[in-house]
């Protein structure tokens, strides 16, 4: 059993866990996270190989990532505070016939156990869900070993990403349940490269994840302006 003082928005969290069962399903609530995937993806490719690799998926839900990560050659563990999620994830793993560890366990507790125990960690969709972002940070810093890549993904906080995030994405073109997100927790870049520097890390990329309406597709882009990637890596 956890303490109350996890690093956890029980709100969010009781709203993830209704919706757990829906995580495959690639037309339903989670279809954003299925869409940009193949994109976290790539983004984690293009500065690291995924093959051989101890990867650690912080905040990893239904495992939509952590299983493409496994797909890849890596030796994926995932970590969430949502036990409905977990359950679906493992679920998931075990049909795919994937190995994956899954647990529900803080990132903070983890970096206690396990300091430098992984070459990767990704952490996507996750700080603007959570009261103390740069907690998680430093978490994932710790758990990295030398040299390692940490690669993070959220949304800027601004008025353009306030239009397109909030009003566009939940209210207008209804691609994510309304309140899902909440303004005041989106992250700019400013805030997660000092975080990031603060815990110790080098920021080495930052890329934009535009998404068009006409075409439902998402794709790299170098406008940081709503969701954005960050790769960060532990000298």
Known sequence: MHKQTDNVDASDIARFEALAHR???????FKPLHDINP?????????TSLVG????????????????????????????MAEAALNVARHHAEESKLMIEY????????????????????????????????????ACATLVKPEGYIFFS???????????A???AEYLLHLLPRGTHEYGKFIRPSELSFWARQSGLEPADI??????????????TPDVDVNYLMAARKP
């Not at 890329?207 to 790299?220: A, C, D, E, S, W």
């Open 23 to 29: 995580w495959w399903d690639s037309q339903g609530e």
């Open 39 to 47: 994109i976290r993806l790539g983004f984690v490719e293009r500065h």
């Open 53 to 80: 690799k101890s990867v650690l998926d912080v905040g990893c839900g239904g495992g939509i990532l952590a299983e493409a990560m496994a797909g890849k050659g890596a030796s994926v563990t995932g970590i969430d």
């Open 103 to 138: 647990a529900r366990i803080p990132a903070e507790t983890l970096a206690q156990q396990q300091p430098e125990s992984y070459d990767i960690i990704t952490c996507m969709e996750m700080l603007e869900h959570v009261p103390n972002p740069a907690a998680i940070i430093q």
């Open 154 to 164: 959220t949304l800027n906080r601004n008025p353009k990403s306030f239009l397109f």
């Open 166 to 168: 909030i009003l566009g």
């Open 207 to 220: 890329q934009g994840m535009g998404y068009n309406p006409l075409t439902r597709t998402y794709k790299i």
